[in-house]
């Protein structure tokens, strides 16, 4: 009897889907808030961090307007030099700040047009419209003209209308990243995102759009990440936290999950004893759920229930033709009398807990067949039988990196039970 995650990763390989090393290729069009301090290789200095590629290029002129982009036989031509997963198109940074009917007339001609030719050229590409910032101290060039960008706020709240106008439009994804420098702002004002200039980004702010964008495109928050460009620690790590509350709070405004497979979800209790509703709102796509348990379910935002408490690794799998998603969440079910793996807890040590170089698994009633070790990621990382004479058993982890992960105990019945620990050094 095969545990639940053992078959999700079956079906990962029977489907071709990865939950591990992931390679996406994307173009950036846009103009100097794209290339100064290098956006694009700060997200693949952050993506190689993470132990993921990122493939891109770049076509970013000083002012270039996506009007200027859709007569630029450069742009066309890096559009259409291979199947792109992304191209993320980036505005002039005051028009889409302008009156409605101007942008109505002087941007979401050549957001459509633009996007037609992404398409044409591959299909699956997804659009993705770089939300930028307001300025610092508002645009003074145009506040007698519209009022409502004379300030800070007024601007950031045209300029996130008019790229969700654009999204919309072209079915497209809202990258939010001057959303993040908002949330930022709020939390700390005194944090410079901005350069001299109170138009451009600092240092400070390129890393948070960054981040943003690896989000975006590998579905997957940078906490953790060793990628530092020269910001202090404590500001990446507060940039990577900002980055992902922005995308993840919001994924259905920024129509994400909606025009590509997205697999996170959220997860509240059911009536019963541990029920679980799973929640991804979308249903544009196939899903495959494996509740950890050896069941799995099919439907968008399906109903569980565990038959007993217990840890339980969630897997998540969401996919169309062109391409495919997974998210994985660790389920601690706690229901008092439940638990039909009562023998199995009671008759299993694990010590030390936090181990360093090896672990100690006692099993007093030598009930355990094999187990594995599983890391946050869902990755099988060992993985053998019990030698029923050899007890206690030492693991020599050593090879294992810091973190946190799982045991997983399967009797002789097939039952299995899981134990959390993390590895410290």
Partial sequence: MKSGILYWLFFLAATGLSAQHKKVKALFIGNSYTYVNNLPLLVDSIVTAGGDTLDWDVSALGGYTLKMHAADANTITKINQQQWDYVVLQEQSQLPSLDPNIVDTATIPYALFLDSVIHANNPCTQ??????????????????????????????????????????????????????????????????????????????????????????????????????????????????????????????????????????????????CNGVYYCNSNSNFSHFWDFGDS??????????????????????????????????????????????????????????????????????????????????TGENVYETAFADKVNPFVLNISALPEGIYFLQFTDENGRFSFRKFSIMR
């Fill in 127 to 272: 659009t993705v419209f770089f939300e930028t910032w307001g300025r610092k101290y508002g645009d003074a060039s145009n506040c007698a003209f519209y009022p409502p960008v004379c300030t800070y706020d007024g601007m950031q709240q045209r300029l996130l209308d008019s790229y969700k106008l654009m999204a919309d439009t072209c079915h497209g994804i809202v990258a939010p990243v001057g959303e993040a420098y908002r949330s930022c702002i709020a939390y700390d004002s005194t944090v410079e995102l901005y350069s001299t200039d109170f138009s451009h980004p600092s240092l400070n702010g390129s890393f948070l759009a960054a981040s943003v964008f690896y989000n975006i495109f590998f579905h997957k928050s940078a906490n953790g990440n060793t990628y530092n460009p020269g910001v202090t620690q404590l500001s990446a790590y507060m940039y990577h936290l900002f980055a992902r509350q922005t995308v993840s709070d919001s994924l259905n405004f920024w129509n994400l999950g909606v025009y590509e497979p997205w697999a996170e979800f959220s997860w509240s209790e059911a009536p019963g």
């Fill in 295 to 376: 069941t799995t379910s099919t439907d968008p935002s399906p109903v569980h229930h565990y038959l007993y408490s217990q840890y339980f690794p969630v897997v998540h799998v969401v996919y169309n033709a062109c391409a495919s998603d997974t998210f994985m969440l660790f389920n601690n079910m706690v229901c008092n009398g439940s638990s039909v793996n009562e023998d199995m807890l009671s008759a299993i040590e694990v010590f030390p807990n936090p181990a360093n170089g090896s672990l100690i698994i006692n099993d007093n009633q030598y009930i355990i067949k094999s187990f594995s070790i599983y890391n946050m």
